[in-house]
């Protein structure tokens, strides 16, 4: 039965069964982080561990689940049983990215064998270490950051495995929310194989392996017809950081490959802001799909053409203990550093530069009402950059967070100890053009409790998002904190700032960058945005040469 219909149906049911893996999820994790942000991910692989299939949430936690499935065959073997779920977060044993992101995975058995795996990530509140949160500024390796899980069996032959659940929970400072969130976790992974069961029951396990591999080899065919559209060579960009540093990437395009070379780059950091070598090829693989296939499932087919350079030990491939709290605004670097070096040569494919961070922001303390500990965990929207031909969106997420959505005010509110005194688009000047970049956001967070605490990591703070073509860069990210003595505080980097009653701390993050000359803009644009607040007079005379009439 590997006619091309019935082979058409398995395809589809595998992507039906990676989206009922995500709402099982999402309808039954604790943490507002998971079923309101849907910082999380789903998907499923063959019995080698290659991607065919993704649920919905954060594009750079899809690709993790195949290296996590990979890394368990390599450990386990033939150690691996029906019922059998393994969990890691470590990034040297298989978790890619950080100690936050649980990493849940189950083998699916027919016919006596494995033919595929369910698997699922999602960035969960607390799992120990230095700091509430497990993140902190402060950490220089890893052992700071918390719990490590270096893939290990959490529940065997379908029996929980209570002393590994108990050394998860005991390390958490949130243990009830960890202990929901895991449980979620573990129903997504049990439902997909249920499906998959059935599924190979139904058209045979070899039909089944059959359809996974055409889906994969169409997934390589439509790669390569892509990359034959795009231009041929090197490219080559250097680019000052926020920090100090520079970072170098080479793009070599054939017609049947693209490299990214990023072996020329400065030493691992001393603190936590690096990426394992897993999280560089999946901020390349992004990239990658955005400039050949965006509009088709991903699979291990799609990026067989790619190949990434990098050298051990460096920020982008570091060497363990390294700590990596904050390995995402390191590999979001990655991915706007490649977006960048090849935007102005595909202009009709990238736009200019967003507003690239994942501005995470943790505030948290004893909940005032509860006497609980609590721990906001939430990435922000931000300013997308400018098209050739239209103003780029305000207030999405950033390219590498993905299909995600911010924590409604009420929902902060009733489940957290603040206030939100204000949600609003970010209107001071930059990111103007022919075509404007879109707006970033405002957001500020009142505290309530008299002993709270303030983490963030932002980048483009000082080095701001990039124009093509003319166009003024962004306006960039950072937090303001207004303490009850009067004084204002500002930062882009801070651990464990002490917030206490009604002390405040401002989002800013900035409004993508413009394209085009701005003198071009259509003059009842420019007043269209100076209506809307967007813009003041004084501005539109300066970047546009815009003069108000009145008739």
């Not at 298989?94 to 990530?121: E, K």
Request: glycine share 10%; aromatic share 8%; hydrophobic share 35%.
């Amino acid at each position: 039965m590997s006619d091309p219909i019935t082979l058409e149906i398995i395809q589809n049911s595998l992507q039906a069964t990676s989206d009922e893996m995500f709402a099982a999820m999402r309808k039954t994790a604790m943490s507002s982080i998971i079923y309101e942000v849907l910082d999380m991910g789903t998907g499923i692989t063959d019995a080698q561990g290659r991607i065919a299939s993704s649920g919905a949430g954060i594009p750079a936690f899809i690709g993790v689940l195949d290296k996590s499935v990979q890394f368990i065959l390599s450990k386990f073997g033939d150690d691996i049983r029906p019922n059998d779920v393994f969990i890691t977060n470590d990034p040297w044993h298989g978790g890619v990215t950080h100690l936050n992101d649980l990493v849940l995975a189950m083998p699916v058995f027919s016919g006596g064998a494995i033919i595929a795996w369910t698997a699922n990530i999602a960035h969960n509140s607390d799992v120990g270490g230095m700091a509430p949160g497990s993140l902190s500024g402060d950490a220089t390796e890893i052992f700071q950051e918390g719990l490590r899980l270096p893939a290990v069996k959490l529940i065997r032959a379908g029996v929980t495995d209570q002393a590994v659940m108990d050394i998860i929970t005991c390390n958490s400072r949130m243990p009830d929310f960890l202990l929901g969130d895991v449980w979620a976790a573990i129903a997504a992974v049990r439902i997909g194989a249920k499906r998959l069961e059935d599924l190979a029951a139904k058209y045979t396990p070899a039909t089944f392996k059959t359809a996974m591999d055409s889906f994969m080899d169409f997934g390589e065919k439509t790669a390569l017809a892509e990359l034959a559209k795009l231009p041929k060579g090197t490219f080559e960009l250097s680019e000052p950081q926020d920090d100090g540093r520079t970072y170098n990437v080479k793009v070599t395009i054939t017609d049947d490959e693209f490299i990214v070379d990023l072996r020329d780059n400065p030493p691992q950091d001393k603190g936590c802001t690096n990426t394992s070598r897993d999280g560089t090829i999946v901020c390349a693989q992004m990239l990658f799909k955005s400039v050949t296939d965006p509009e088709t499932p991903a699979n291990e087919g799609s990026f067989r053409p790619l190949k990434v350079l990098t050298t051990e030990g460096t920020v982008f491939h570091a060497q363990e203990p390294a700590a990596i709290g904050f390995y995402f605004e390191t590999e979001v670097r990655v991915y706007d550093l490649i977006w960048r070096c090849l935007a102005p040569h595909v202009p009709e494919r990238l736009p200019a530069g967003h507003f690239s961070s994942i501005c995470g922001t943790f505030v948290g303390g004893t909940h005032p009402d509860t006497g609980r500990q609590y721990t906001i965990i939430e990435p922000q929207i931000g300013g997308w950059g400018a098209w050739g031909d239209r103003d780029g969106n305000p207030c999405i997420f950033s390219g590498f967070h993905g299909e995600t959505y911010n924590t409604p005010a009420e929902i902060s509110e009733a489940r957290n100890g603040l206030y939100i005194d204000k949600m609003a688009l970010n209107t001071a000047p930059g990111g103007e053009g022919e075509y404007n970049g879109g707006r970033g956001l405002v957001l500020e967070y009142r505290i309530r409790t008299q002993s709270g605490f303030l983490t963030a990591g932002y980048t483009r703070s000082v080095v701001k998002p990039w124009p093509l073509d003319g166009g003024e860069e962004g306006s960039g990210n950072f937090i303001e904190v207004d303490k009850i003595t009067g004084k204002t505080e500002h930062y882009a980097f801070v651990s464990g700032l002490d917030l206490t009653t009604d002390d405040v701390v401002r989002v800013i993050t900035s409004s993508g960058a413009g394209f085009g000359d701005p003198r071009k803009r259509n003059p009842g644009s420019v007043a269209m945005d100076i209506k809307n607040g967007f813009l003041t007079a004084e501005r539109a005379r300066e970047v546009h040469g815009y003069e108000e009439t009145t008739e």
